[in-house]
């Protein structure tokens, strides 16, 4: 699709620009203070939970099957949480740890064990040089983060409507000892919202990594946040690889962080049996015991899959009216322009944008001095560095509706004057 700046005439191209800047300047004298940097429930969202907090009082009974909440022990979680957790992950509750809010606190651990003391005999990674770690891109910072901190060397991957590039995350598997691990969200992946099909869960069951210390951090994150009803099917990795014969090669994460209190729910992790005893032995060092009480109260409240699809539906029924706006106001701005395509989830929690080339930087930083903060340019690529520098991440679930379409709004600006300026001055260099 022909970009509409490149196909006007010079004084076409400035009477826009005016125009555009005219509108800006609008919109700056409005003094907005909008935010949609970070892909966080709305409070109508947290308040669904907020009957769980009558739970548990000084009168509760403070055990599950027989294990005490109240004390010490229970390393791996209480009984009902590991198996609520194996049924949601669709694994068995034997492999399966409890552990903390956070699973990014889960994946950091997993690394930083890695690094220490090694995977499954092999030597720490501190002791082996250069280590790598894939990075599909346009991605999630905060992974990108953990393993920078270690000074590993985060190595982007393209992803594609399918995943990652499986052809190019073979090559380097298959054929480079020093590459560790890769990051992944399968299902509404953050922030392209896509879901990896079947055979690319399949591929990644397949592979044969050169490193025997190689390990695929598989962050399902979004596994139970649907948008609609007929929501996208991720194929089980660990069934996968069952059929492919495969073991000791995939750490998987998901925690309840966007199903009832971030910071204040329940993080877990699954593995092969050999795997996850591993992780329970590091774990044994770092902390004594997890949070038995919120587990408790957690599964009181959710007792079971069918408890929490029945709760999500009701998160859904607040985010999806905020993706379909945005699906509509970019569409209504930006649809046929030809400066900027963008995706359409079908879950998840964020819309990933692309605009012309050179375009995100000036884009986020113009949307600063309007009154919007967005994720920062650059942030779904490793160190920050967007080759491209025109992919944002938007996330519409924090801010009301009404925040959420004006904050649009002058997104739509900022993209059609950034971009008509980029025209203007690629015809004058």
Same mark, same amino acid.
């Given at each position: ?16 620009? &005016? #125009? ?23 409070? #109508? ?19 599950? +099957?027989?294990?005490?909440? @109240? ?10 949480? &590991?198996?609520?957790?194996? #049924? ?7 492999? *399966?740890?409890?552990? !903390? ?15 220490? /003391? ?6 720490? $990674? ?12 346009? !991605? ?8 920078? %901190? ?11 409507? @399918? ?7 073979? %090559?380097? =598997? ?10 992944? *969200? ?38 139970? /946040? ?23 090669? =995939? ?28 992780? %329970? ?13 919120? +587990? ?38 930006? !649809? ?5 395509? $963008? ?7 964020? =819309?990933?944008?692309? !605009? ?5 930087? &000036? ?17 779904? $690529? ?5 080759? &491209? ?12 509706? +009404? +925040? ?7 997104? =739509? ?17």
């Amino acid at each position: 699709m022909a970009n509409v700046y490149e196909s006007m005439s010079n004084a076409q191209l400035d009477e826009a620009i &005016r #125009e555009l800047e005219e509108q800006a300047e609008q919109i700056r004298a409005r003094g907005l203070l909008l935010d949609m940097a970070r892909g966080k429930p709305s409070p #109508e969202q947290t308040d669904l939970s907020r009957s769980m907090l009558d739970l548990l009082g000084s009168n509760s009974e403070l055990s599950d +099957q027989g294990a005490p909440a @109240d004390n010490y022990g229970i390393p791996d979680g209480l009984p009902s949480a &590991r198996a609520l957790a194996a #049924e949601l992950l669709g694994v068995s509750a034997d492999n *399966v740890i409890v552990n !903390g809010s956070s699973s990014l606190n889960l994946m950091h651990d997993a690394v930083c064990n890695a690094y220490t /003391h090694g995977i499954g005999g092999a030597d720490p $990674w501190c002791k082996q040089g250069e280590v790598k770690f894939l990075c599909p891109s346009p !991605g999630y910072d905060r992974h990108f983060a953990v393993t920078a %901190r270690y000074g590993i060397v985060n190595v982007p991957i393209a992803m594609t409507a @399918d995943g990652p590039d499986m052809d190019e995350v073979e %090559r380097l =598997v298959e054929s480079d000892p020093t590459v560790k691990g890769i990051w992944c *969200v399968p299902k509404y992946a953050n922030p392209t919202g896509i879901s990896y099909s079947n055979e690319t869960v399949r591929r990644f069951a397949r592979l044969k990594p050169a490193a025997t210390d190689f390990r695929i951090f598989w962050d399902n994150a979004y596994i139970v /946040h649907d948008l609609y009803d007929e929501g996208d099917e991720l194929l089980n990795i660990f069934d996968a690889l069952e059929e492919a014969g495969t073991t000791d090669l =995939v750490y998987e994460f998901a925690s309840t962080a966007k199903v009832t209190f971030p910071s204040s729910g329940m993080a877990f992790v699954t593995a092969s049996a050999n795997d996850i005893a591993e992780l %329970r032995r590091a774990f044994s060092i770092m902390r004594v015991s997890p949070e038995k009480l919120t +587990q408790l109260m957690h599964v009181r409240f959710l007792p079971d899959v069918a408890a929490v699809r029945a709760h999500m539906a009701k998160h859904a029924a607040i985010v999806r009216p905020r993706f379909e706006l945005v699906q509509q106001k970019l569409e209504e701005g930006l !649809g046929g322009a030809g400066i900027a395509t $963008w995706t359409n989830p079908r879950g998840g929690y964020f =819309v990933s944008f692309d !605009g012309p080339d050179g375009s995100a930087k &000036r884009i986020v930083s113009l949307m600063k001095e309007l009154g919007v903060t967005l994720t920062g340019a650059g942030a779904t $690529w490793p160190y920050g560095k967007d080759p &491209r520098d025109s992919n944002i991440r938007i996330a519409p679930t924090y801010p009301s509706l +009404q +925040q959420l379409g004006e904050a649009l709004d002058v997104f =739509v600006v900022a993209v059609r004057l950034v971009s008509a300026r980029i025209a203007q001055e690629e015809r004058q260099a």
